[in-house]
């Protein structure tokens, strides 16, 4: 079981909430098909804090379980920078009635760092719904944990939650690299962190609230009708204490955002 490594800073980033986009309309979802067939691929370049980078993921193999047939993803060389393609690398995906379900290891890429290690071992998530309106929880309960972690000696207790939503549907929807694709629906993937800590203050303990409820990854897909992910806007924010923020030294707040363009595809 993987585990998302985070790091001693409280540099934020994970799932996407930024669009360029044209005549937006509700329309038809039934012939809208998602491309889970062995062989299909995708490229996408993925710019994040000034440095370009390319992932190249495609779908490698297939697997049985529970009578369900699952859809493997790898990347090349086994290697991922991009959320979305991250998100994918070594997992298993299978559609049904117009949903995509995730099992494996949620995963952030080497540049997306939380301070913290967040078990996101999925279990038929879905992560994205066709037939869903515009922010609709697609999961009955969201995935959830409390992990314990001490860093500069403070003790910390995290608790998070993670649920995907229903997105916008686009006739036609131009990507920020200015290409047009017709017929896409987004979805967003929410990451939700609390943390608190303990300290003693004239032998008294305390505890304080040193990251109040707040999302720090929003990742948003944009999905077109027989291509699969277009485009993906990934922005991870935090807002700190400043008291915590002195003791661990690391800012009050911080933002990052990333951006994955598809450059070329083979589906069938």
């Known amino acids: 079981m993987k585990k998302l490594n985070l790091y001693t800073t409280l540099f934020v980033s994970f799932i996407l909430l930024s669009c360029s986009s044209d005549n937006e309309n509700v329309g038809d979802s039934s012939n809208f098909s998602t491309p889970l067939n062995l062989g299909n691929y995708w490229t996408y370049d993925v710019e994040s804090q000034g440095n370009i ?5 495609f779908i490698d193999s297939e697997t049985i379980i529970n009578n369900n047939t699952y859809k493997i993803f790898k990347t090349r060389d086994d290697v991922a920078t991009g959320f979305y393609s991250s998100a994918l690398r070594n997992n298993k995906v299978r559609e049904n009635n117009g949903k995509l379900l995730l099992t494996g290891d949620l995963a ?5 760092t939380l301070p913290i290690t967040l078990d996101l071992t999925l279990n038929d998530f879905i992560i994205f719904d ?3 309106s515009n922010n609709q929880a697609l999961n009955a309960n969201p995935r959830t944990g409390t992990i314990n972690e001490t860093i500069n000696s403070y003790p910390l207790s995290i608790n998070y939650s993670l649920q995907t939503f229903g997105g916008e549907n686009f006739t036609t929807f131009t990507s920020p690299d200015g290409t047009v694709y017709s017929d896409v629906k987004s979805t ?3 990451l939700n962190v609390n943390i608190t800590t303990q300290i003693t203050v004239l032998g008294a303990t305390q505890t304080i609230t040193a990251l109040a409820p707040q999302d720090v990854l929003i990742a948003t897909l944009y999905i077109a009708n027989g291509i699969g992910v277009v485009y993906t806007n990934t922005v991870t924010t935090y807002s ?3 008291f ?4 661990l ?4 707040t911080d933002t ?8 070329t595809y083979s589906v069938n």
């Open 130 to 132: 066709k037939n869903a």
């Open 188 to 190: 967003k993937i929410k």
């Open 256 to 263: 990052q955002t990333q951006d994955e363009f598809l450059d």
């Open 108 to 112: 952030i890429a080497a540049n997306q």
């Open 249 to 252: 030294s690391v800012p009050e």
């Open 240 to 242: 700190i204490s400043s």
């Open 53 to 57: 980078t390319r992932d190249s993921l």
């Open 244 to 247: 915590i923020a002195n003791e």
